[in-house]
């Protein structure tokens, strides 16, 4: 644990220093930025359209603070499915966000959409535990999957592509990730608005079901 420490350390200093760093999730290799050339050079790096946007790494302070959810009911089925598998969910953005009111209007805009923004959540304990880190100084920490666009995840450090790897300012090597699977899923994203999947990944059917009998349950 104190080498996971140590690596969250280090990659905060250098998220503040303007750096992109490239590190395992728990469902694939991906690249987090803090600061707006940072966030600028991930879309460079994976020839991502600048109309997507990244997602937010997110606990339930960061959720609380930048996103808006439907209801009490809402907020507590997040709260226990976030504990068993990673998901992303999409919810109106909290017009007094402290943490989006520090973002530069370019960050901003890149972390939001439409005013919603999609938090990622149980992402692994590194990218969780930076995350923390940038939460105490009031910073987010804003990323994207570190493959080439419309590729795949990777799930090892060998798979993400040489120009990604020599692109960024800090690699954190780790094993392969705890949620590989043939297709290749990255996280299950849920549009918290309308209460629709936006992409079916990692325990999709797990998490739609568990959602559909909490509202249900109304």
Do not use: C, H, W
């Given at each position: 644990m104190s080498q996971d420490r140590d690596h969250a350390s280090n990659a905060y200093r250098t998220l503040c220093d303007g750096g992109v760093v490239l590190l395992p999730t728990d469902v694939g290799y991906g690249l987090v930025a803090c600061t707006?050339?940072?966030?600028?050079?991930?879309?460079?790096?994976?020839g991502r359209p600048r109309s997507k946007p990244c997602v937010t790494v997110a606990n339930a302070a960061i959720l609380d603070d930048v996103a808006v959810l439907p209801d009490q009911r809402a907020r507590s089925w997040l709260d226990g499915i976030r504990t068993r598998t990673p998901i992303a969910v999409v919810n109106p953005v909290r017009?007094?966000?402290?943490?989006?009111?520090?973002?530069?209007?370019?960050?901003?805009?890149q972390a939001t959409s439409h005013g919603t923004i999609a938090t990622f959540l149980?992402?692994?304990?590194l990218v969780s535990a930076i995350a923390e880190l940038a939460l105490?100084?009031?910073r987010l920490v804003l990323g994207s999957?570190?493959?080439?666009?419309?590729a795949g995840n990777n799930?090892?450090?060998?798979?993400?592509?040489?120009?990604?790897?020599?692109?960024?300012?800090?690699?954190?090597?780790?094993g392969p990730v705890r949620y590989q699977n043939p297709g290749r899923l990255a996280t299950t994203v849920l549009d918290m608005t309308s209460g629709?999947?936006?992409?079916?990944?990692i325990e999709h059917a797990m998490i739609e079901a568990s959602w559909r009998a909490s509202r249900a349950a109304a």
């Open positions: 707006e050339p940072a966030i600028a050079r991930i879309y460079e790096l994976k017009r007094q966000s402290m943490l989006l009111e520090r973002l530069s209007p370019y960050a901003r805009v149980n992402a692994g304990a105490a100084d009031g999957s570190a493959n080439l666009a419309f799930y090892t450090l060998d798979e993400v592509p040489d120009s990604i790897q020599q692109g960024v300012d800090l690699v954190i090597p780790g629709e999947f936006i992409r079916a990944g």
